[in-house]
């Protein structure tokens, strides 16, 4: 049991990391209990939330193989060609202290969340939530009915959808309010049927890492259905390489991996890694699509966006040399003085009034 959900000197040997996560970790604590006393989330500062689940998405294990697995399989396109494929294929490249570098990337960008409506559900089932050891699930309902092509879960896109249980009967999610329509009351959401929290809970089982976590009130006949959901996936991105046209007006999606040489007379090759596609997405009774949904596309293979100006934005702070040391305190201070700030989008008007 010791093993689960935990490594020794995960974020290196020095616990330097590890002592600045527990001071963020005191307040979350907090936080969490707050919400579940008042069943309520209005009045919460906008900040709070997003990190929180950035910070949990961030920080597994799971999320720290997935840095490198994203890392050796550009390094070993960039070796394609030179080496021999078997000899690429049979050595491992991971990236050192990738755990740190996971944590750390998921809390500098979680202010893309800050214009995602936030909701505190209670389950009022006799279905508990369970909870796996990656809990924060990120889907989106809105690409896979509108740009199939895009799975939509970068955390600039449109339509994305973000949910995490915190007990058996609450959980947190986040989603866009320019796509979807969800009959919350300021921010809090009650689930009376079954069949809801055991969507819910099957996506817990998909996004499951090793672990899933049982309350011991789950009826075995809930267990057993829960096991037989599909969908799951041991590698968690794609890899698209495309060459780009001889006419030059575009590119053109190719069946390479990442151990094929570029193809002979390309001009140019794009290549994208994003998430896999997700099996399932967030849908309950009382959450629907808009017939009138609100989004920006430019046409490009990259998911449609809620709000580019916010995303240059963060982008900006994100990659400015000091903007990287920057803590989050310092943000409101760079959006205010952003030249882009009287461009960004109606929802996230609260954070500028609230700064």
Known sequence: MREQCYREYFYGDDLEVEKNLSVIEGAQ?????????????SGRKLP?????????????LRSAEDQSDRFEAMAKL?????????????VRIRVENSSTLSTANAIKTSPLLYDLQQVLIENKTKIPFVISDHPVVITNWFCRRRFPSN?????????????????PKFSLMLLDAGTYR???KCGYLLLTKGKDVHGLNALQWINADKVIYVPQDLEETQLKSLTMTTGRKDRRFEFTRADKLAD???FAVTDKDEYAAPTEGARSELVVIGGTKPAKDIRFSGLDLKSRPQFYDDGSMVSPLRDPYWLQIVEDFIGNDTG??????DFAAFVASHPLEPYIGQRLRQYRNSN
């Open 29 to 41: 604590a907090n936080l969490l209990r707050e919400l579940i006393q008042s069943k309520g989330i």
């Open 48 to 60: 709070e939330i997003p990190l929180f689940l950035a910070m949990q998405y961030g920080r597994t």
């Open 78 to 90: 960039c070796l394609s060609g030179s080496f021999d494929e078997d000899a690429l294929r049979s």
């Open 151 to 167: 799975h939509g879960t970068g955390l600039a896109a449109a339509g994305l959808q973000i949910f995490m249980p915190i007990s």
């Open 182 to 184: 969800i009959a919350d």
């Open 248 to 250: 030059g007006t575009g």
């Open 324 to 329: 990287i040391q920057q803590p989050h305190s």
